[in-house]
């Protein structure tokens, strides 16, 4: 079991450009998020989805877009990137949706706007 | 709003034991959860309190109060190894961080 594998772990983007930060998990769960980490501010939702075509925002969705095409894989679209996107990103999932499943993060993506 | 409010930094004696507090304002309450975070690494999980009371795993307790919106985690017998940030998580409807309390243990 790989569990929760991310890519890549580290990017350098300028403003404007797109990219797709990858996520995989290897465990058969429902429930996948994306949250972003700030120094002094914690980790915050972007996106989650409860299962394979169905996905919703978190509390700072702007400027990302995901999709759930297969259990799987759980990708991270930046559209347009932009310096206050700079930071650590984690995928994270669990078995279900329920609260109390124990939520399993990915190594983290560092990314930085210029 | 919601709000999630624990100390930025501590610092303790290896052997010890430290409290690591975290009080919760959120609008709706499934359960209270602890990660620890080694720098430059994921957040792993530690223990969840859905009840009131103490849950001990091992070396580690974690305290919940409903009632004050009050949780604390309790490291025993402080390692070295414990040197980390520990993340106070809520989860309301969704999953709410807390900025995470950097512990350093110091021989």
């Known amino acids: 079991n790989a569990g929760v594998t991310q890519t890549p772990k580290f990017q350098v983007l300028k403003t404007g450009q797109s990219m797709t930060l990858q996520c995989a998990q290897d465990?058969?769960?429902?429930?996948m998020s994306w949250y972003r980490q700030d120094p002094g501010m914690g980790l915050r939702l972007i996106h989650y989805?409860?299962?394979?075509?169905?996905?919703d925002q978190g509390e700072v969705p702007n400027g990302y877009n995901v999709s759930r095409s297969t259990t799987e894989d759980f990708p991270l679209r930046l559209l347009s990137a932009a310096p206050s996107q700079t930071s650590v990103y984690f995928c994270?999932?669990?078995?279900?949706?329920?609260?109390?499943?124990?939520?399993?993060f990915g190594p983290g993506t560092r990314l930085t706007v210029l | 709003g919601q709000n999630i409010d624990q100390p930025t930094e501590m610092t303790a004696t290896e052997g010890a034991i430290v409290q690591i507090n975290c009080t919760y304002q959120?609008?709706?309450?499934?359960?209270l959860f602890w990660y620890q975070q080694h720098a430059g690494e994921a957040p792993t999980f530690l223990s969840y309190?859905?009840?009131?009371g103490l849950e001990e795993k091992g070396r580690f307790s974690s305290f919940l109060s409903r009632s004050k919106g009050y949780s604390y985690l309790l490291l025993k017998e402080l390692q070295m190894k414990d040197s980390a940030s520990y993340l106070c998580?809520?989860?309301?409807?969704?999953?709410?961080f807390g900025a995470g309390t950097r512990l350093t243990v110091k021989p």
């Open positions: 465990m058969n769960h429902e429930y």
């Open positions: 998580a809520v989860n309301g409807g969704d999953m709410r």
């Open positions: 309190n859905v009840l009131d």
């Open positions: 994270a999932s669990s078995q279900t949706i329920t609260p109390t499943d124990t939520q399993y």
């Open positions: 959120t609008s709706g309450f499934n359960g």
């Open positions: 989805s409860v299962g394979a075509g169905i996905t």
